[in-house]
């Protein structure tokens, strides 16, 4: 008998148990190492979105700490879990339910990261969230971004595009995208379980995926104060990362 889930109220409520093994992908090292190499060593921290913690866990090694806003239950779950077994870590790392731009820390960071998150982000709400943290980021301080790319918005059939093993079972993640708008795209994911063989649970999520302009980006960090100073979304360099399009700026005030 195969079970089947088909939503939850947490988008990631499906995707994080399975997020290490089929979304982090064969250029996630490189992606690791672009974050965590502008985190100031000895600094303060700001991650919006760590999901299951694969950028966190590589910035906290080097700075002093570091603030975590996820407001996925299953994410965090994940991430608090891996921080348990860190016993050097997990001092430095402070882990909150909740999303930006909706929480004010009445403090400032050093440095401020988005890894892979644009894609739950409408461009309309780019603005208010620079702001914000542009609130929160000391003059001098860094706030570096993935998935800021004029590529085309993503169009393909259901598909496999990656599958798991671990101990009987494997894992599979299909999806679909289709385009819905300009810079939006529909998403639909399909996790398969399947235990020698024989598929034991099918389960699906739907969601939008936003795609960010290079050229929209640059307008709304200027209007927050911000000053784009590098990454691949403004010298077009060809990266081996995940997610293209990384866009480092800076808060000259
Ligand atoms: C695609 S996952 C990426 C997770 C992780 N950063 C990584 O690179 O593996 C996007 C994460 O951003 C979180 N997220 C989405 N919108 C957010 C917001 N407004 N504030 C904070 N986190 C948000 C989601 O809950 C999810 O965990």
Redesign the pocket.
């Known amino acids: 008998m195969s079970l089947t889930v088909s939503s939850t109220t947490d988008?990631?409520g499906v995707a994080a148990a399975y997020?290490d093994r089929l979304h982090?992908g064969p250029g996630s090292a490189a992606l690791v190492s672009f974050f965590a190499g502008l985190a100031p060593p000895g600094g303060h921290a700001l991650e919006?979105?760590?999901?299951?913690g694969?950028?966190t866990l590589a910035v906290a090694g080097r700075v002093a700490s570091v603030h975590c806003?996820?407001?996925?239950p299953a994410?965090r779950a994940v991430l608090m879990t891996k921080l348990a077994a860190e016993p050097d870590l997990r001092d430095r790392v402070t882990v909150l339910g909740a999303?930006?731009p909706d929480f004010r820390f009445g403090r400032r960071f050093d440095y401020i990261y988005l890894?892979?998150?644009y894609?739950?982000?409408p461009p309309e709400a780019r603005r208010p969230l620079f702001a914000a943290l542009a609130e929160c980021l000391a003059p001098g301080g860094v706030l570096a971004m993935d998935m800021v790319t004029d590529e085309a918005v993503p169009d393909h059939p259901q598909r496999e595009v990656r599958s798991a093993r671990q101990g009987e079972c494997r894992y599979t993640l299909s999806s679909a995208v289709w385009p819905l708008g300009p810079d939006l795209a529909g998403v639909r994911r399909v996790y398969r379980t399947y235990h020698r063989d024989t598929l034991v649970a099918t389960e699906t999520t739907k969601g939008d995926y936003h795609l960010h302009r290079p050229a929209d980006v640059l307008a709304d960090l200027r209007a927050a104060g911000l000053t784009a100073v590098g990454g691949s979304a403004v010298t077009d360099e060809v990266t081996p990362l995940d997610d293209k399009g990384t866009l480092i700026a800076r808060h000259d005030s």
Request: proline content about 12%; charged content about 15%.
């Open positions: 988008p990631y997020w982090i919006i979105g760590p999901g299951t694969r950028v806003l996820e407001p996925s994410m999303a930006a890894a892979a998150v894609e739950d982000v």
